[in-house]
């Protein structure tokens, strides 16, 4: 087997599985936004490049975004630390120490510089986007993560995000 096996198998379980996603928008009531009822416009799947991993790994986890509405949708990258949220927690329940460059990222309120991507997405297409959860969080100990992430729901959709399937990895010494 050779190694870009797992990443091809990973892609292909993203595209098989992107129907099957549930989609959490969390919107306060269809009532406080006129477009809420569009809040399930689309779906996350997530997959992980590789299940296991050593300490200090950067943990990567493909991201795919479906368009599982009738239209036509358009969804704007700009920093993945922005549009994304990350949930890890290990054994325990307990969330790892956030990265320490990650703490000092604040997405309120700030035009983003850099990347602006702009993906319009026809009925049924998706896109993946690799996202490293090394920069996220100190994954320093040895043991099982359950990861989800989150989806920020473009404004001409509504508000909240779009909640993914729920992963295991697992690090090794």
Do not use: H
Not at 87 to 93: L, S, T, W
């Amino acid at each position: 087997m050779n190694q870009r096996t797992p990443l091809t198998l990973a892609l292909f379980l993203l595209a098989s599985v992107s129907s099957l996603a549930p989609v959490v928008a969390q919107n306060k009531s269809p009532k406080d936004s006129p477009v809420a009822a569009n809040a399930d416009a689309f779906s996350v799947v997530i997959a992980a490049q590789w299940p296991s991993e050593k300490v200090g790994s950067d943990l990567t986890v493909i991201a795919a975004i479906t368009n599982i509405s009738t239209k036509r949708i358009t969804i704007i990258d700009t920093s993945r630390f922005c549009d994304y949220t990350v949930d890890v927690r290990n054994d325990a329940g307990d969330v790892p120490p956030p990265d320490k460059w990650r703490q000092k990222i604040n997405c309120e309120g700030v035009e983003i510089n850099g990347r602006r991507i702009i993906r319009e997405l026809k009925p049924n297409e998706s896109y993946s986007d690799l996202l490293i959860l090394k920069q996220w969080y100190e994954m320093n100990q040895p043991g099982k993560y359950q990861v989800q992430i989150g989806r920020k729901i473009p404004d001409q959709l509504g508000k909240g995000w779009v909640k993914s399937n729920m992963i295991t990895l697992t690090v090794t010494e």
